[in-house]
C-alpha cells in the first residue's frame, strides 16, 4: 500500500500517517502483528508519541495546526467574519483562502480531502494503540493508563474534529479486520457525539494520566493529552454538542471546567502581551495560560519548546512590506521588486471598530495585543534589510489616530511580539500559531454554561466570576455585573479573535449564515456564493465516495 511507515519501534509499527491515499480502501497493514510490536515502555512511548501527528503535519504537509497553513485556519477562522480577503490579491482566485472566504470550495477541493485522510489516518492509529497497548502483559498498569488516556482522547478528538465539520461520518472504533471493513457508512450523527464524549470520558477517569508539570523548572506538557487538556477539551466537546440534553450538557461544561480549574495549575498571563511573547526566557511551555499547543516540529516527535516560530501564517496576514524576506529593501521605496509582502488577509472591519470601540470607551487593552497598523514610515525607511515593526504596544495613541479611513488592522497574535528589529531573511517565518486551548477559552466557556444554567454570578475564580477574571485581565473594570449570554458571548469573541474559534462558534450558535450576510458584498459575486444551508458542513471529499460505495454524501451537498 502506499503509505507512510513509522519504523521507530522495535518491531515495525505500520501505521497510515501523513499523506496515504485511499485510506479506507487499503489492506490492513497491521493485521497479524497485534501487542506484539509493543513489548517494552519505550516503544509503548514511541507509538503514543504518533498520535499528534496530525496536529502538525508531516514532511512539509499542513496538519489541523501545521507550520505552514494550518488546515483549520481556513475551515474554522476564513469562513467566518472577522477576517477579510485583500482584495488586490483576488487575481487568484484558484488561491484556497479566496475559496473559502467566498465558500466557492466542493467536494473536489484537495484541502477538504487531505484533512479527512489526516484525520482517519489518524483515528487508524488511536485504534492500534488502544488494542495494541490494552491489555498488554509488557507492559505496566501505569504505562498502559498513561499510553491508552492519550489514545482514547485524541481518537474523541479527532471524532469530534470530523462530526463537527461534516456532520454524519464514519464512526472508527477499532483497526479494521479485512478489506470490507474499510468502506463504513456514514454513522448518525448524534451517536459520534456520543462516542466523542465517551472517549474523553474514559480518558479522563484514567489514573495513570501525563502529569501537567515536565519538570521543576515550570515547564508544562504542553504538547500532550494530559489531565488538563482533557478536562478542557472534553468541556469545549459538551459544549459544542449540537443535540442531546443541554442542561446536562452544561452541568459536564461546568465539571470538567472545575477540573482545571482546581488543578490550580493555570492562570491568565497578566499583563495580556506575556501570551504571544517570545523571549528566550519565556516559552509556552512555562506559560501559565496556555492548556494545549502543537509541538513545535513539524514532525510526531514532541519536544520541549513547544512555540512554532516557522509559522507562515505572518507571511499572510502582515501589511505590504512587513513580510518582504527576499525583497531589496531601499530608503527611498517601500520595496524593489514584485509585489513583496502583499497581505492576504487582514482585519474584518467589524471586528476592527468593534474593538477599537471597546478600547476608546471601555479601555479594553486587548487591541493592542490583537492587531497592529504600521505607518507608511515604518516599512518605507527600513535599510540594509531590517525591518523596522511598528509595535502597538508603544505610541498606542499614534498608532489608533494615524490609521486612515477604512484602513485595515493586521493580526498581530501571529508575530513575534517581543521583537521590534528582526533579520529580513528571517522575517518570512516570522510567528507564533495560537495554542489549541487555554485557560482564558475554559473560564468563558464556564462563564457560558453557568449563565445558560441561571446561575451566571457565581464566583468561581478567587471570588471573581469567570467572566469578570477575564474582563479584568483586559483592563475593563465593570461589565460583568449581570451578564447575559449575549455579553458573554461577545467578550468570547474579543478574546479569542484569530484563534481558530469563531466560524465552530457560528456553527453551534447558528449564526454562520448571519456572518456570510454580513460580509457580503466585499467580495463580487464571481467569488462569494450566495447563502446555502450547506455551508454549515464540509462536503465529502468525491475520492472517498468514488473509492466507498457504502459512504454517500451529506444531503445538503447533493
Not at 471586528?351 to 518605507?380: K, S, V
Request: aromatic residues 10%.
Amino acid at each position: 500500500m502506499e503509505g507512510r511507515l513509522i519504523s521507530s519501534l522495535a518491531v515495525a509499527i505500520f501505521i497510515l500517517l501523513m499523506g496515504c491515499t485511499d485510506f479506507l480502501e487499503e489492506e490492513h497493514p497491521t493485521k497479524a502483528t497485534g501487542a506484539s510490536s509493543i513489548t517494552d515502555a519505550t516503544d509503548a512511548t514511541l507509538a503514543a508519541n504518533g498520535l499528534y501527528v496530525a496536529l502538525n503535519g508531516d514532511n512539509g504537509l499542513n496538519g489541523l495546526y501545521g507550520h505552514d497553513e494550518p488546515s483549520l485556519w481556513y475551515f474554522d477562522e476564513m469562513r467566518g467574519d472577522d477576517v477579510t480577503i485583500d482584495l488586490g490579491y483576488l487575481d487568484r482566485r484558484a488561491d484556497r483562502c479566496v475559496k473559502y472566504y467566498g465558500f466557492s470550495y466542493g467536494e473536489e477541493e484537495a484541502s477538504i480531502e487531505s484533512l479527512w485522510e489526516y484525520l482517519y489516518e489518524a483515528i487508524y492509529h488511536c485504534n492500534w494503540v488502544i488494542e495494541s497497548v490494552e491489555g498488554n502483559s509488557a507492559l505496566n498498569q501505569e504505562v498502559q493508563e498513561e499510553v491508552l488516556s492519550q489514545a482514547y482522547f485524541m481518537r474523541g478528538f479527532y471524532h469530534f474534529t470530523l462530526v463537527r465539520l461534516w456532520g454524519d461520518v464514519p464512526l472508527m472504533l477499532s483497526t479494521p479486520a479485512d478489506r470490507d471493513a474499510f468502506k463504513p457508512a456514514k454513522t448518525d450523527e448524534e451517536i459520534v457525539w456520543e462516542s466523542v464524549l465517551e472517549d474523553m470520558e474514559i480518558a479522563a477517569a484514567m489514573t495513570g494520566l501525563i502529569p501537567e508539570v515536565a519538570d521543576g523548572n515550570g515547564d508544562k506538557n504542553k504538547g500532550y493529552a494530559n489531565e488538563a487538556v482533557i478536562h478542557a477539551m472534553a468541556a469545549r466537546a459538551y459544549l459544542y454538542r449540537p443535540s442531546g440534553d443541554k442542561t446536562a450538557d452544561y452541568r459536564k461544561v461546568e465539571e470538567h471546567a472545575m477540573e482545571v480549574i482546581n488543578m490550580g495549575m493555570y492562570e491568565l498571563e497578566d499583563p495580556y502581551t506575556n501570551l504571544f511573547s517570545t523571549d528566550d526566557d519565556f516559552w509556552q511551555t512555562k506559560n501559565s495560560e496556555v492548556i494545549w499547543h502543537r509541538g513545535a516540529a513539524s514532525t510526531f516527535s514532541l519536544n520541549d519548546k513547544f512555540l512554532d516560530i516557522n509559522s507562515r501564517l505572518s507571511l499572510r496576514s502582515a501589511p505590504p512590506g512587513i513580510t518582504a524576506a527576499r525583497a531589496l529593501v531601499t530608503t527611498t521605496g517601500i520595496f524593489a521588486g514584485s509585489r513583496p509582502g502583499r497581505a492576504i488577509w487582514a482585519s474584518s472591519p467589524e471586528i476592527a471598530q468593534m474593538m477599537q470601540e471597546a478600547f476608546d470607551n471601555d479601555g479594553d487593552l486587548r487591541i493592542t495585543e490583537t492587531f497592529y497598523y504600521p505607518t507608511y514610515n515604518h516599512y518605507t525607511n527600513a535599510a540594509d534589510n531590517i525591518f523596522d515593526v511598528i509595535d502597538s504596544r508603544t505610541g498606542l495613541n499614534d498608532w489608533l489616530s494615524d490609521r486612515s479611513t477604512g484602513a485595515p488592522l493586521y493580526f498581530y497574535k501571529f508575530r513575534y511580539s517581543n521583537t521590534e528589529v528582526i533579520d529580513a531573511q528571517e522575517m518570512i517565518y516570522n510567528s507564533v500559531t495560537p495554542s489549541i486551548i487555554r485557560y482564558a477559552d475554559v473560564l468563558l466557556m464556564l462563564a457560558e454554561a453557568k449563565a445558560r444554567l441561571g446561575e451566571a454570578q457565581s464566583s468561581v475564580v478567587d471570588g471573581k466570576t469567570p467572566l469578570q477574571a477575564v474582563m479584568e485581565r483586559a483592563g475593563l473594570t465593570t461589565g460583568w455585573e449581570s451578564p447575559t449570554v449575549d455579553v458573554i458571548l461577545e467578550q468570547r469573541r474579543k478574546e479569542l479573535v484569530g484563534e481558530w474559534l469563531r466560524v465552530p462558534d457560528l456553527i453551534r450558535l447558528r449564526q454562520l449564515e448571519q456572518a456570510h450576510t454580513r460580509k457580503a458584498g466585499a467580495l463580487t459575486d464571481n467569488y462569494t456564493l450566495p447563502w446555502q444551508e450547506k455551508f454549515n458542513y464540509l462536503p465529502i471529499p468525491r475520492r472517498e465516495l468514488e473509492l466507498n460505495e457504502n459512504l454517500t454524501q451529506h444531503e445538503l451537498w447533493r
